[in-house]
């Protein structure tokens, strides 16, 4: 006969005003019941675990670690935005062993995007507005923050969708949908301050997870297409005090202002919705921004609407602009450029070369030189393509001439991309890029309408044709040789929306299309495990590991699932 611990919690979680710093109180009662015949899971008093706290400390040692182990300390493990761990516990030869360890319900979101950050043992995560600390072995509980979702939202952040949080020292830092910056305690979901960075009456929101360089936390916006001017802003980490802001969308007389004559500068869109990537050696931000606005008709933006559509290259220390590239000048298609530029270094005659990869919304896996920005090359990640017959040595795109129109026409990749924010991942051991595309055409429709405070900044939309077929594939494109080296076509409707992870065991976990996180061998796509979750995935999948024991998790639908080995 055994005894067990079962926790009772009793929360006393208020609905928190944002400028409220007053912590909740919580008390928590054990209650030991005899449970020996049903074989539960022991508590880690029991199993001689010490428990976990949530005094994490962390340090610029701990957001330098390339690649990233025990810990995940950012919404892409690292810096380089790769999705690389370096555990191998979990490798070919068991992984089909691996069961659910836990599943935790946040309770207020059916479609998290949330990417778990993991902290020596605990598991941060958001949901809406709320924001969650977790033992990372059991899934138990630690704190909870919680703050009501805000109303008179439009588009993205009207879906109160959230990707996460961001750490340094023990701070905790989310974004709210209403564009807020809050800081919390580490230690216990006290909310220690609360920037409003940018206006909800002005259309803006927010989606993101933050990113911290050095000591300053940085954030974006969304609204490209509700009729904002984009921008990146940085703020103290420490004091929540504004250190710089970029502006994605030239005023009157700055560099690229042609395309936005009069007032329409103040609603171009090329937002900021998904983190970016830093390389510490060269001490270089690089962030991405999403489609101009209006969409689908370019007259009232001519040329090529900068900085919309582009990847920046910035001075994290003064916002200052290095470089940029744009992937699709003169956007009609909503191709969003907000994938994650991702920072590769190989070996090329001897020397090092510092690499951006990218596989843009617009159909084609990109590589720059991050040191400058040069293009280097275009390789198409679908068949289904048609808006460009390719792309130029310059980088720009060569036009087929299809644009939208009153009819309707067809153009391929259709409104959701070729791949979208879902996250690619980078194997160094395999030289190979993964990332999920989509093969997908829609009919896409013109309707001008001028802005108007309070709506969407659509020039009409998109349908889908009743005899197109989606479908997902999961494909490996090798840096090195400048080609994709395999493909795994998925079964399934082409709605999902989850991303990749790779590891050092020489798998790569992801999302698949019929609501599974399923496993493939990292050199060939060779299928090894699967766990349905029954539900869609909206999220990118990450690893960690807790007293010796390397875990995968996920965002499910409205769970967390975390997955183990048996020990």
């Given at each position: ?97 691996l069961r659910a360890a836990w599943v935790f319900h946040p309770g207020n979101s059916e479609k998290l995007e949330t990417t778990p950050v993991v902290v020596d043992g605990v598991m941060y995560v958001t949901s809406a507005n709320d924001a969650f600390a977790l033992d990372a072995r059991t899934g138990r509980m630690v704190w909870h923050y919680q703050r ?369 996180l399923e496993a493939v061998e990292a050199r060939t796509g060779r299928p090894l495990w699967h766990f349905n979750t029954g539900q869609t995935m909206h999220a990118s999948p990450m690893s960690y590991m807790v007293d010796g024991v390397q875990y995968v998790a996920v965002a499910a639908g409205s769970n967390i699932f975390s997955f183990a080995l048996p020990?």
């Amino acid at each position: 006969m055994v005894w067990i611990a079962v926790y009772s919690r009793k929360f006393r979680l208020a609905r928190r005003r944002s400028a409220d710093v007053n912590f909740a109180g919580r008390a928590f009662t054990v209650v030991l019941l005899v449970a020996a015949a049903l074989g539960w899971p022991l508590s880690a008093q029991q199993t001689g675990r010490s428990p976990v706290s949530s005094a994490s400390n962390v340090g610029p040692e701990d957001l330098l670690a390339q690649p990233v182990g025990a810990n995940w300390t950012s919404y892409n493990g690292d810096y380089t935005g790769r999705r690389y761990s370096s555990l191998s516990e979990i490798k070919p030869e068991n992984v089909s062993q691996l069961r659910a360890a836990w599943v935790f319900h946040p309770g207020n979101s059916e479609k998290l995007e949330t990417t778990p950050v993991v902290v020596d043992g605990v598991m941060y995560v958001t949901s809406a507005n709320d924001a969650f600390a977790l033992d990372a072995r059991t899934g138990r509980m630690v704190w909870h923050y919680q703050r009501p979702v805000s109303s008179g939202l439009l588009d993205d952040a009207a879906s109160h969708h959230n990707r996460g949080v961001a750490m340094w020292r023990n701070f905790v830092y989310m974004e709210t949908d209403d564009a807020h910056l809050l800081c919390l305690d580490a230690r216990s979901g006290t909310l220690l301050w609360d920037v409003k960075y940018a206006d909800k009456t002005l259309h803006y929101g927010a989606t993101s997870a933050p990113l911290i360089v050095k000591d300053i936390v940085i954030v974006g916006t969304s609204g490209g297409d509700s009729g904002v001017r984009g921008f990146l802003a940085a703020y103290d980490a420490l004091t929540g005090k504004l250190k710089w802001r970029f502006w994605t969308i030239p005023g009157p007389g700055e560099f690229g202002s042609q395309s936005w004559p009069g007032d329409s500068y103040l609603h171009g869109g090329g937002t900021t919705w998904m983190p970016g990537t830093y390389d510490p050696q060269l001490d270089t931000l690089y962030w991405t921004t999403s489609n101009a606005a209006p969409d689908f008709v370019g007259d009232t933006r001519p040329g090529d609407d900068l900085y919309t559509a582009c990847v920046l290259a910035l001075d994290p220390n003064t916002g200052k602009l290095k470089w940029y590239f744009q992937f699709t000048p003169h956007d009609l298609y909503d191709y969003d450029a907000n994938q994650t530029p991702v920072l590769v270094d190989v070996a090329d005659g001897g020397a090092t070369r510092h690499l951006l990869v990218q596989a843009n919304r617009n159909g084609f896996l990109y590589v720059l030189d991050r040191t400058n920005g040069k293009f280097l090359s275009a390789t198409p990640l679908v068949q289904k393509l048609n808006w460009a017959s390719g792309v130029g040595a310059s980088g720009r795109p060569i036009l087929s001439g299809r644009i939208p129109t009153a009819p309707g026409t067809s153009i391929c990749p259709g409104i959701n991309g070729a791949t979208n924010w879902f996250s690619p991942s980078y194997n160094p051991d395999t030289g190979l890029f993964y990332v999920i595309a989509l093969e997908n055409c829609n009919l896409y429709f013109t309707n001008p309408k001028p802005f108007k405070p309070g709506e969407t900044y659509y020039a009409t939309g998109t349908k889908h044709p009743p005899d197109e077929n989606a479908q997902k594939t999961l494909l490996a494109y090798s840096v090195i040789e400048g080609k994709i080296m395999w493909r795994y076509p998925q079964v399934g409707l082409g709605d999902s929306w989850g991303g990749t992870l790779t590891t050092a065991g020489g798998l790569v976990f992801f999302g698949d299309d019929t609501g599974s996180l399923e496993a493939v061998e990292a050199r060939t796509g060779r299928p090894l495990w699967h766990f349905n979750t029954g539900q869609t995935m909206h999220a990118s999948p990450m690893s960690y590991m807790v007293d010796g024991v390397q875990y995968v998790a996920v965002a499910a639908g409205s769970n967390i699932f975390s997955f183990a080995l048996p020990h």
